[in-house]
C-alpha cells in the first residue's frame, strides 16, 4: 500500500480487527448454541390436551384430497401419547381421522373433536354428517366438538353461516359444542357465543400482531385469559391453541427455538397449575406440511419432532443445538481449505498471509455451517435444497476468491508490482469497472437487494439468511477497507443504484421489526457492509484528483 496515502495508516488495523472479529463471532455464535440454558422446571411432565395431526411423514398433507391415514398409524400415535396426555384435538373428520375418538378410548384418552368447514359448501356438509354420527357413536371419548377453526380469520364463511352449522351440530347432541378461532375475533364476533356451550380461544404469543418475548409470554396468556372471561360473564372460556415454536424466524422480539419452546411450555404448565382451566397445547407432532403456509416456522410447533421423539425435557437446562461442535469443525475446516487455496500460485510471503486466510476461512465455513442448519430446517423440496446448496457454494467460491487478495495485501508482496494499484482499463458504457471483483460483486448486489425486496414487502414467514450472505458481504467490506484513494474508480450506475436500495431496505426491515428483532440488525449490518464500499468509492471517484 502506498506509503504516501494517508487512509493506510488505518486501513490494515481496521481489516485485521474485521478478520478476528468475524472470526470470534463465528465461534461464539455456536457456542452459544451449544451452551445449556437453565429453566424453570415443569411441575409435571403430563399435559392436559395436545393438538394432533398425523401428517408427519415426508409429502404428507391433508391438503391432499387422496390423503388417508390407516387406522394402525393413528392407534400406534395415541398409544404414545397416551402416556404424556390425557386428550387429544382434531381438526377434521376426514381422511381417517374420524377413527381417533374410537381409538383414543381404548387408551383412556378423551378428544376434542374437530369439524372442519371452509368455502366448500359440500365438503362441509360431509364433515358435519361425519362428526354428528362419530358423537352418537363415541359419545363417551368426546370432551367437546369444535365446529370450525379459525374460519372467521380465514374469513372463508360469514358469520351468520357459521353460526348456523353451529347451531345444526349443537342440536343434533348433547355433547358440548363449541368454536375456535384466535382471540380477537371472538371479541369481533361476540354473537357465536350465543351458539356455543363455551368459547375456545387461540392465544399464540409468537403470532400476535404485536408479538411478545418469550420471556412476557406466559403472563399474556393469563392477561388474555382474564379479559376474555371478563368479556364473556357466565360462559366457560377454553385456551384451544397456545404453544411456541422451536424453529423459524423472529418476529421482533419473539424468537422462535427450542430453548424459548421449551421456556414457554414449561413457564404456561407452571401457570396452569394455579389456576382452573382448560387449555390444550399446539401439537403434538412437527408438521413439515405447515412451511407451506407459514414458512419454515410452521412445521415446528411440536412438542415431538416428526419421527415422534421429545424435542426436549420438561426439567433440566435445554440445548439449542447438541451439535455445536459441528459448526466450530466446519470452521476448521473451512481454514483448511482456504490456506490450501491461497496457497496455490502465491505472490506474497510471510505469516501475516497465513494468518488472514486462516480467520478467514474459519469465519466462513462456520457462517456455511449456519445456512447449512438453516437449509436443514427450511428447504421443503429438492428445488429448495438445490438452490440453497448452490448459493451456498457460489458464496464460498467468492470468499475463497476475495481471501486470496485480502492475504495478498496484508502480507508481505514478493513483487511489490503484483500487488500495487493499477489504473483500471476496462470500461462499460463510459464508466471505468472497479476493479477484478466487479461482476461478483453485482450478483451479490443483487441478490440481497431481491431477497430484501422480498423481506420487506412479503416477509411475515422468510427466514433471514444471514449466514450465506455474510461470506460476501464481509468479504467485499474487508476488500474494500485495504483499498487506498489512489484506486477510487467510478462504480458501475447499476452498483450505485443497487446500493441505495440495500441501506433503504434493510432500515426498513429494521422499522418493521421496531428495532426489537437482534437478527434484523445484523440484516442490516450486511447490507451495509455490501453497500458503502460502493458508496465510498462513488463519493470519491467524483472528487478531483489532488495536486501532488
Not at 354428528?132 to 369444535?146: C, E, F, K, S
Not at 375475533?185 to 363455551?198: G, I, N
Request: overall charge positive; some cysteine.
Amino acid at each position: 500500500m502506498p506509503p504516501h496515502t494517508p487512509y493506510a495508516r488505518f486501513a490494515r488495523p481496521l481489516a485485521w480487527i474485521l478478520l478476528v472479529a468475524a472470526a470470534i463471532f463465528a465461534a461464539g455464535y455456536w457456542w452459544h448454541l451449544g451452551r445449556p440454558v437453565a429453566l424453570p422446571d415443569s411441575p409435571t411432565a403430563k399435559i392436559a390436551c395436545v393438538s394432533y395431526a398425523p401428517f408427519r411423514l415426508k409429502g404428507e398433507t391433508p391438503f391432499d384430497p387422496n390423503a388417508f391415514v390407516p387406522p394402525e398409524r393413528i392407534d400406534a400415535d395415541l398409544k404414545a401419547l397416551s402416556t404424556r396426555f390425557d386428550c387429544v384435538r382434531t381438526y377434521s373428520m376426514s381422511q381417517g381421522l374420524g377413527a381417533v375418538p374410537d381409538i383414543a378410548g381404548r387408551y383412556g384418552m378423551k378428544v376434542l373433536m374437530g369439524i372442519w368447514l371452509g368455502r366448500d359448501t359440500a365438503a362441509n356438509e360431509r364433515e358435519i354428517a361425519l362428526g354428528i354420527a362419530a358423537a352418537r357413536r363415541d359419545h363417551d371419548t368426546l370432551r367437546g366438538i369444535v365446529v370450525g377453526n379459525e374460519v372467521m380469520l380465514r374469513g372463508e364463511l360469514s358469520e351468520k353461516a357459521l353460526a348456523a352449522y353451529i347451531k345444526r351440530v349443537n342440536d343434533a347432541t348433547d355433547v358440548p359444542v363449541t368454536y375456535a378461532d384466535v382471540w380477537e375475533f371472538w371479541l369481533k364476533h361476540p354473537a357465536l357465543a350465543k351458539v356455543t356451550d363455551y368459547l375456545t380461544i387461540h392465544i399464540l404469543p409468537y403470532w400476535e400482531d404485536e408479538p411478545v418475548a418469550p420471556e412476557r409470554a406466559v403472563r399474556h396468556v393469563a392477561e388474555v385469559y382474564q379479559r376474555m372471561k371478563a368479556r364473556f360473564p357466565g360462559k366457560a372460556v377454553m385456551i384451544g391453541e397456545t404453544g411456541w415454536p422451536s424453529e423459524g424466524r423472529t418476529r421482533r422480539e419473539a424468537g422462535a427455538s427450542l430453548v424459548n419452546e421449551a421456556r414457554y411450555l414449561r413457564e404456561f404448565l407452571n401457570y396452569a397449575a394455579t389456576v382452573d382451566m382448560p387449555y390444550n397445547v399446539i401439537e403434538a407432532f412437527d408438521q413439515p406440511w405447515k412451511r407451506d403456509l407459514e414458512g419454515t416456522v410452521g412445521g415446528y410447533w411440536g412438542i415431538f419432532d416428526v419421527d415422534a421423539r421429545p424435542k426436549f425435557a420438561m426439567t433440566g437446562p435445554v440445548v439449542e443445538e447438541p451439535r455445536w461442535l459441528g459448526g466450530i469443525a466446519a470452521g476448521g475446516l473451512g481454514a483448511m481449505l482456504f490456506l490450501a487455496v491461497g496457497a496455490i500460485r502465491r505472490r506474497w510471503h510471510g505469516p501475516a498471509g497465513w494468518v488472514a486466510l486462516a480467520l478467514a476461512g474459519f469465519a466462513s465455513g462456520a457462517a456455511l455451517a449456519t445456512h447449512a442448519r438453516l437449509l436443514s430446517f427450511a428447504c421443503r423440496n429438492p428445488l429448495e435444497w438445490t438452490l440453497g446448496a448452490g448459493t451456498g457454494v457460489l458464496a464460498l467460491l467468492t470468499a475463497l476468491s476475495l481471501s486470496r487478495a485480502l492475504a495478498a495485501r496484508l502480507a508481505s508482496p514478493i513483487d511489490p508490482a503484483a500487488v500495487a494499484p493499477k489504473p483500471a482499463e476496462r470500461r462499460m458504457l463510459g464508466i471505468a469497472w472497479s476493479g477484478v471483483f466487479t461482476p461478483q460483486r453485482f450478483f451479490w448486489m443483487f441478490a440481497l437487494t431481491l431477497y430484501g425486496i422480498l423481506l420487506v414487502f412479503n416477509g411475515r414467514y422468510r427466514d433471514m439468511p444471514v449466514g450465506l450472505f455474510a461470506l460476501p458481504c464481509i468479504g467485499f467490506l474487508l476488500l474494500a477497507a485495504l483499498r487506498t484513494r489512489d484506486e477510487a474508480t467510478m462504480p458501475l450506475i447499476e452498483e450505485r443504484l443497487l446500493a441505495i436500495w440495500l441501506v433503504l431496505l434493510g432500515v426498513a426491515v429494521v422499522v418493521q421489526e421496531v428495532g426489537a428483532n437482534a437478527v434484523s440488525w445484523g440484516w442490516l449490518g450486511l447490507n451495509l457492509a455490501l453497500a458503502l464500499p460502493v458508496l465510498v468509492a462513488w463519493r470519491r471517484a467524483r472528487r478531483p484528483a489532488p495536486l501532488r
